[in-house]
């Protein structure tokens, strides 16, 4: 079964610092991955999306992420914090032999600190 | 207005009583999805619809029922609330079944 795991619900950095929000997922088969941001009381939004094209991936607002098929890992890094990127996280997966039935992770709040 | 939209937003019913989500795309998109938000549990899948006519049960469908006789169209029953289903409603569509979902803004509803 596909599974997602986000480490850490809470994260905290100051303004200008390093963003480094984590997700490991398993699967048998080739995953589709996301990452997507929800500011309060909205729905959630895309910020990239891994589907085999490039392991990199660069996302909306400065935010990107590496798939490592190794470590099957999609951390979401961004290299400088802005106060605007405080919001809730979370990493999805899917697969082409399940379509449409993404898993969700819990979620990771990000707090920016000036 | 283009894109997902849900009504109501906000919705306060009794236990016991029945309560319709809607849920409206302008893309065409084939599939839809219901899920559910509560504190601890992220998103849960309660249905998903590939097409028209075509339903199918995610992780919570218990309580629930959809249908989908358009494909703009994706409404969410809940037959008889009880408090547990006390929650924020996110419809999304999607064009594949593997590509990003675009999710409505959510609709909280309180189950007294």
């Known amino acids: 079964a596909q599974s997602v795991t986000q480490l850490g619900s809470h994260v905290s950095v100051s303004e200008g610092a390093l963003v480094l929000l984590r997700c490991n997922y398993s699967?048998?088969?080739?995953?589709?991955l996301f990452w997507y941001v929800q500011y309060p009381n909205q729905g959630l939004q895309l910020l990239l999306k891994?589907?085999?094209?490039?392991?990199l991936v660069k996302g909306i607002n400065g935010f990107e992420a590496e798939f490592k098929k190794s470590e099957t890992s999609f951390h979401l890094t961004k290299p400088s914090a802005h106060m605007s990127d405080a919001a809730e996280y979370f990493c999805?997966?899917?697969?082409?032999?399940?379509?449409?039935?993404?898993?969700f992770g819990d979620g990771t709040t990000l707090t920016v600190k000036p | 207005d283009a894109g997902i939209t849900q009504s109501p937003r906000y919705k306060i019913t009794e236990t016991g009583r029945q309560v319709t989500l809607m849920c409206h795309q302008t893309?065409?998109?084939?599939?839809m999805f219901w899920y559910r938000q509560d504190l601890g549990h992220g998103l849960r899948l309660i249905y998903y619809?590939?097409?028209?006519?075509?339903?199918d049960k995610g992780e919570v469908p218990d309580g629930y029922v959809v249908s989908r006789s358009k494909t703009e169209n994706f409404p969410l029953t809940l037959e008889s609330a009880t408090r547990s289903q006390t929650s924020v409603y996110f419809c999304?569509?999607?064009?594949?079944?593997?590509?990003?979902?675009?999710f409505g803004p959510g609709t909280r509803l309180t189950v007294t």
């Open positions: 999304a569509s999607s064009e594949l079944g593997t590509d990003e979902q675009y």
């Open positions: 699967s048998s088969v080739p995953p589709y």
């Open positions: 891994y589907t085999s094209a490039a392991t």
């Open positions: 999805a997966v899917t697969f082409s032999t399940n379509a449409g039935k993404s898993t």
């Open positions: 893309w065409s998109h084939s599939y």
């Open positions: 619809s590939a097409a028209a006519d075509i339903t």
